[in-house]
């Protein structure tokens, strides 16, 4: 059985900092491109970044380019988001997902809350 679960969300002030965590098992994790996704109220859930499977091409939302970064440990079947300079609009419930080459991400993690107090 397929899990994602991430963690790390909390409340942080605007401009600072979280770093995500999102743990997989069940799968061949250093086969699976990693992404993760973001949902805040009333909005539908969107992209934010990716990372290819061996872990040497990411690609970012504009939104979020130059404050958040996507990496990953294959040994540890993990990938992390570390998202500075926090701001107002980000605050959201992240999710993190996997999918197989070109197909739709497949798998999904429950999220983790991601509040940012101005």
């Known amino acids: 059985q397929v899990q994602l679960v991430e963690s790390g969300g909390g409340l942080v002030q605007a401009g600072g900092s979280l770093r995500l965590s999102c743990v997989a098992s069940g799968l061949t994790f250093r086969k699976y491109i990693m992404g993760w996704f973001r949902q805040a109220p009333g909005k539908e859930r969107e992209f934010v970044t990716r990372?290819?499977?061996?872990?040497?091409?990411?690609s970012d939302a504009e939104s979020v380019k130059g404050r958040f970064t996507i990496s990953r440990d294959n040994a540890e079947n993990t990938v992390y988001l570390q998202m500075n300079s926090l701001q107002p609009e980000d605050p959201a419930v992240y999710y993190c997902?996997?999918?197989?080459?070109?197909?739709?991400?497949?798998?999904w993690g429950p999220g983790t809350q991601v509040t940012v107090s101005s």
């Open positions: 997902s996997a999918r197989l080459g070109s197909r739709d991400y497949y798998y």
């Open positions: 990372i290819s499977a061996i872990g040497g091409v990411t």
